[in-house]
């Protein structure tokens, strides 16, 4: 027996159950666990209980069993993960957390149900948190941008809060990628100390990597400072301000590009429908058509990491301080040692 008290035989690797979207599905959560797997299998069992996607079915990718078994915004998904987890009879469970990751405000309630119907599993419970919400910053605005209204902000508080404490006390080991996190959790959360570990956001390094002139080279953009965004398009990151101070840059070097590059977040089209039209006309207004380069579509991995490779600098100047967490884009282009603003 472990110090949970499961039953686990000596010598047989542990088998994980690791609950969470899962790629095709393209959010920053989903690719975070499929890097996340390809070392977990190194040292224990993996089996992936992932959202389907448009996949239904059960598959082995790279020695991992998943099972595609519920969808976003399905009331149902909780009973739909539990049925799996107590199918694979696993040594532990592992869960990806955020916010909106299982669906909308109200699906996203249901989050504590699931981690209370597979505490009933007797199955030690770990959740990796990858966004915490300073209690300070829980306002009428915070609720109005993130589309749920300014109206009982109060209320809406006190329910955030007690979701977030309620994780913390239905989990066996919580997980997040930085001090800052863990500090929030525990004053704001009244998490308890000796069940919060930090486990800083890992990076992966890039067989891919090409030699910067190179790269400018088969981009077209030969003899140019390229200046690099790159990340989910939302609210909250910058872009704003990165347009708007870009005409300063220029006047120091006519030559440079600005690349803007990634796919709208998955929540724009509800949350800001308007945004990437704004952001286009800012690009307008500014007379940067020919300097601004903006690619609102989801880049391969090769393709990224050459434009990563002819940048000059990359920029991250993210403005949003009422969600915390660690940053996946700042994780990719940190081994091509660019210097980076953020």
């Not at 981690?115 to 030690?124: A, K, N, Q, V």
């Not at 525990?186 to 890992?202: A, K, L």
């Not at 440079?256 to 977040?265: F, S, V």
Request: charged share 20%.
């Amino acid at each position: 027996f472990n110090h949970h008290g499961v039953r686990h035989r000596k010598g047989d690797p542990l088998r994980c159950c690791v609950v969470s979207p899962y790629p095709p599905e393209r959010c920053g959560i989903a690719f975070y666990t499929a890097d996340l797997v390809k070392e977990l299998i190194k040292h224990v069992n993996v089996v992936v209980i992932a959202n389907k996607n448009g996949l239904s079915k059960t598959s082995e990718e790279d020695h991992v069993k998943i099972i595609r078994c519920w969808r976003r915004n399905d009331p149902f998904y909780i009973f739909q993960i539990l049925r799996e987890v107590l199918r694979e009879k696993p040594d532990i469970i592992h869960v990806q957390h955020e916010y909106l990751a299982y669906g909308v405000r109200k699906y996203a309630v249901l989050f504590l149900a699931l981690l209370f119907l597979l505490r009933l599993t007797l199955r030690p419970i770990i959740v990796t948190m990858h966004s915490v919400l300073p209690k300070s910053e829980l306002t009428s605005h915070f609720f109005l941008l993130h589309g749920v209204g300014h109206r009982l902000a109060l209320v809406k508080k006190a329910v955030t809060f007690l979701l977030t404490q309620l994780i913390g006390r239905l989990s066996h080991a919580i997980i997040v990628h930085n001090g800052f996190m863990r500090d929030l959790l525990i004053s704001d959360y009244v998490f308890d100390e000796e069940r919060t570990y930090v486990i800083p956001h890992g990076v992966n390094v890039p067989f891919d990597k090409m030699e910067q002139k190179m790269a400018k080279i088969t981009l077209g953009l030969n003899g140019k400072k390229i200046v690099l965004f790159f990340g989910f398009i939302m609210p909250g990151k910058g872009l704003e301000c990165l347009i708007k101070a870009f005409p300063a840059v220029l006047q120091k070097y006519p030559s440079a590009t600005l690349i803007i590059m990634g796919e709208d977040h998955p929540r724009l089209s509800k949350e800001n429908p308007t945004y990437l039209g704004a952001i286009e006309k800012l690009i307008s207004k500014g007379k940067l058509k020919t300097k601004v380069l903006f690619r609102n579509v989801f880049v391969p991995k090769e393709e990224l990491c050459m434009h990563i490779s002819a940048a000059d600098v990359i920029v991250l100047p993210y403005v949003d301080r009422s969600i915390v967490g660690g940053s996946g884009t700042l994780a990719t282009c940190a081994p091509f040692g660019k210097p980076t603003i953020a």
